[in-house]
């Protein structure tokens, strides 16, 4: 009788054992009795029926999908190759396991069609330009079928855009024409201020009597810091006359 209940006991130990899952706080278990889903496992140690009751655990844990490299074609017909990555956690494990058979391969196939799609829907110059806009659409639009298999989708980061060889080179040649252009347009306004600048001198100088001499002696005195300059200078037509005029009053004396 002893060894009986030993026995019965031992059992019942291993059938106790046995019957206990173990499920980690960063996850959660679907659990099925009778093929029929019957609830959610929260973390710790659980008890479940041997051979009735089943259990499926699912990682709740944000998830990196990276979307490989997809040629699209924008909506002004130029070719460009992107790649991404997607940011995503099971919000609803029961759902994550009855309503899409792997929704990791789900979502990852979800996300290069759907960013073929937006691509397709933008010019070049903005999917360049507004790269954070087309990544927050392609993740709503995921998002909004993702939602029905329990899945949340996070985020949606481009990592990298390629273009054609000869679409980059005719970027860089027009790139190179705006900067010249626009070093262009400020030597010629440059020329303008400077210009409007001599012509307020010239006006100045001309209205001011003696201003003409007085810069020609402040031209001279610069000059003349250099010894090696010879400086050969040329009276003014005015003081020529009044000697001129200066020495017939003095022959008709």
Request: glycine letters at 6%; aromatic letters at 8%.
């Amino acid at each position: 009788m002893a060894l009986f209940l030993l026995i019965l006991l031992v059992v019942l130990i291993v059938f106790w054992l046995s019957s206990l899952k173990q499920i980690n706080e960063y996850e959660r278990g679907v659990v099925y009795s009778f093929g029929r889903f019957t609830g959610i496992m929260q973390p710790g140690w659980r008890f479940m029926w041997p051979y009735f009751q089943q259990v499926t655990k699912v990682d709740i844990r944000t998830k990196t999908v990276e979307v490989p490299k997809q040629e699209a074609i924008t909506h002004d017909n130029v070719q460009a190759k992107i790649t991404a990555v997607v940011y995503y956690k099971v919000v609803d494990p029961a759902k994550a396991v009855n309503e899409v058979e792997d929704f990791y391969y789900a979502v990852s196939q979800l996300a290069q069609t759907t960013m073929r799609n937006v691509i397709g829907g933008v010019t070049l110059n903005d999917l360049l330009a507004e790269q954070a806009q087309i990544a927050d659409k392609i993740q709503k639009d995921i998002d909004r079928i993702s939602e029905g298999w329990g899945v949340d989708v996070q985020a949606v980061e481009l990592k990298d855009i390629e273009l054609p060889d000869s679409m980059v080179r005719t970027m860089a040649k027009k790139a190179e024409a705006e900067r010249e252009k626009e070093a262009t347009i400020i030597a010629s306004e440059g020329e303008v201020v400077a210009a409007q600048n001599l012509a307020k001198a010239a006006e100045t100088m001309a209205n001011t009597p003696g201003a003409m001499q007085l810069r020609t002696l402040n031209t001279l005195d610069s000059v003349s810091g250099d010894q090696n300059t010879t400086i050969i200078w040329t009276l003014p037509l005015e003081i020529l006359r009044a000697i001129e005029g200066f020495g017939q009053m003095v022959k008709g004396k």
